[in-house]
């Protein structure tokens, strides 16, 4: 009988060693110690043993219960450690693991700039106008009273289509398209790309963008186109501005001139940016040329108005502190991310 027990015990050592779930142990606890167990049938037994053995036997047997009950508990606890050791390396959470950032989109700072334009036209009374960016001949560059023979027509300096429409090379033709529709007073900005067979350099892309702003009006004189534009400057880039004009030549303006800011990457010391001169052309202002005004069939005797195109590059290279446009059509994300709006 005590060889017996003893082997039950044995045979509990070996099988607990082996056992690595909490179901293999309640498999192992119903073998040694369910009503079928050794153990059980053992304790039947007993009456079978002389009455003075009996005691002896019956503590054996109770001592080996006992212990066969502790072992398995212990082993329970041992599995629950186990258990709940794996779930927490499991759900471990590493807070020094490099975060997950967003990817969030950000307004490009040429747009972030034509919203502060729109903004500071909209305060003296502008409305804002559109055009298509595919134009005709006639808007382009007929209706601006710009000869027949004019260079900016030429195929070096213009996008042609296959149909003779051409990429429009400012937004001036928005002038004529709006004149067209209504009747003075009229005060509009257009903002939108223009397209020029320009070699692209620190100053100049192929596809840049202008704001063309169109004022006309009975008694509108020299001194408010100065007075807006001087406005302007001030508004967009802080009263410090060093902003000079040149008297010039456009077909569509006359008398015509050209703002310049001081050089934005040599502050008027002359570089490639502005060629040697210490100057950035901002761009072209005038009168209305009378002309212009007969064509959208204005009365000259009673309307005049001024007009003027700005680069929105340049005035966002300026703005930015940016040595070079292409910079703006590069999507460099480092550039994007440091001018997020
Ligand atoms: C014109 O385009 C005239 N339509 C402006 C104007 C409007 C004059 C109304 C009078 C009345 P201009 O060709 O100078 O003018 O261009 C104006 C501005 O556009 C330039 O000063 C410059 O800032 C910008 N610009 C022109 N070409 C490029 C280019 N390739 N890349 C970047 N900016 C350019």
Not at 175 to 193: D, F, L, N, T, W
């Amino acid at each position: 009988m005590e060889a017996k027990i003893k082997n039950i015990k044995d045979q509990l050592d070996i099988q607990l060693k082996k056992c690595k779930t909490v179901q293999e142990l309640n498999e192992i606890k119903v073998r040694f110690f369910g009503k079928k167990s050794e153990l059980s049938s053992l304790l039947g037994k007993i009456r079978e043993i002389s009455p003075e053995k009996r005691p002896i036997i019956g503590k054996l047997i109770n001592d080996a219960k006992q212990k066969i009950g502790q072992a398995i508990n212990h082993k329970k606890r041992e599995l629950e450690d186990i258990a709940y050791q794996t779930s927490l390396e499991k759900e471990l959470l590493d807070i020094t693991m490099p975060a997950n950032v967003p990817q969030i989109g950000a307004r490009h700072p040429i747009y972030t700039v034509q919203e502060e334009l729109e903004d500071i036209f909209s305060y003296l009374g502008f409305e804002v106008a559109e055009g298509p960016d595919i134009e005709t001949e006639y808007y382009n560059f007929d209706a601006l009273n710009t000869p027949k023979n004019h260079p900016s027509r030429s195929i070096r300096d213009t996008f042609y289509t296959k149909s003779g429409a051409l990429l429009r090379t400012h937004t001036s033709p928005v002038q004529i398209r709006i004149m067209e529709k209504y009747q003075p007073p009229i005060k509009i900005v257009a903002i939108g790309r223009c397209y020029r067979n320009d070699k692209p350099d620190a100053s100049h892309m192929p596809v840049f963008h202008q704001i063309e702003a169109l004022v006309v009006d009975e008694g509108i004189s020299f001194a408010d186109l100065k007075g807006t534009m001087d406005y302007f400057v001030k508004q967009m880039f802080g009263v410090n501005i060093r902003s000079r004009f040149r008297p010039h030549f456009f077909p569509f303006t006359e008398p015509s001139a050209e703002m310049d800011i001081l050089c934005v990457n040599c502050k008027g010391k002359g570089c490639r940016v502005c060629k040697g001169s210490g100057w950035l052309e901002l761009g072209g202002a005038g009168m209305v040329d009378p002309s212009v005004l007969e064509e959208v069939g204005y009365d000259t005797e009673k309307f005049t108005g001024f007009a003027f195109g700005f680069g929105i590059d340049r005035i966002t290279m300026l703005k930015y502190n940016i040595p070079y446009i292409r910079i703006l059509f590069q999507n460099d994300l480092r550039f994007l991310k440091m001018h997020r709006a």
